[in-house]
């Protein structure tokens, strides 16, 4: 079946440019999962999504940084005049349920670079 | 937030060598998790491990919890150019270290 897939794979943008990058998880899957890794970190938590729930966005570093999620599926992580250290690869991940043992699906990532 | 520490941050080894990579905390975890990332892609769950003192193998890996459940292992056997990437450690509330690259050179 498919997997977790992100769009695009790739993204150069200049700084002050508003940039959306999208995720579609597997179909079921009621929780969503978007993470940043910089060069030598490890995954940093943004935000995720739980059925109907009011998302957790505690992780988000700026209110330059919004989700959505539109009828349960479909994600856009939306970052808005982007700066230069928004550079990183953004992942997605979705998994059944939003239960601390359950498996987690990552799609292959978006990298971002502002220039 | 629960930190989660692993060492080494880089391995460097050959085909064949036995290695271990560690990952601790100050804090109780109910569950921890191992993935592990290839270049280019998202990380794939390895293994979840929920018992204190557990242990769980998956061929050549060997994954094991703590007692107190602050702290995890993975230990790899004869390890193999496949087994090259990075190897993340989770823990509950969606915290991941930093990781641990592994390259094995044939």
């Known amino acids: 079946g498919a997997g977790v897939s992100q769009s695009p794979s790739n993204k150069v943008t200049e700084k002050g440019k508003d940039v959306e990058l999208r995720c579609d998880p597997i179909?079921?899957?009621?929780?969503l999962y978007w993470y940043r890794q910089s060069l030598g970190q490890g995954l940093e938590f943004l935000i995720y999504?739980?059925?109907?729930?009011?998302?957790?966005k505690s992780g988000l570093p700026s209110d330059r940084f919004s989700a959505e999620r539109t009828g349960g599926s479909v994600s856009t992580l939306t970052i808005q005049r982007t700066q230069q250290e928004d550079s990183a690869v953004y992942l997605c991940?979705?998994?059944?349920?939003?239960?601390?043992?359950?498996?987690?699906?990552f799609g292959p990532g978006t990298r971002l670079t502002v220039l | 937030t629960q930190l989660l520490e692993q060492s080494p941050q880089f391995l460097s080894i050959q085909e064949g060598e036995n290695l271990t990579v560690y990952c601790n905390s100050s804090?109780?975890?109910?569950?921890l998790q191992w993935y592990r990332q290839e270049p280019g892609e998202g990380p794939v769950l390895l293994v979840t491990?929920?018992?204190?003192?557990e242990v769980k193998k998956l061929k050549r890996l060997t994954f094991q919890f703590g007692d107190a459940r602050k702290d995890s292992s993975l230990h790899i056997t004869a390890a193999q150019p496949g087994d090259t990437g990075l190897y993340l450690c989770?823990?509950?509330?969606?915290?991941f270290g930093k990781g641990t690259s592994l390259l094995v050179t044939p």
């Open positions: 991940a979705s998994s059944f349920q939003a239960s601390h043992t359950d498996t987690q699906y």
């Open positions: 179909s079921g899957h009621t929780a």
């Open positions: 804090s109780v975890f109910s569950s």
């Open positions: 999504f739980q059925g109907n729930s009011a998302p957790d």
């Open positions: 491990v929920v018992t204190g003192g």
């Open positions: 989770s823990g509950y509330a969606l915290n």
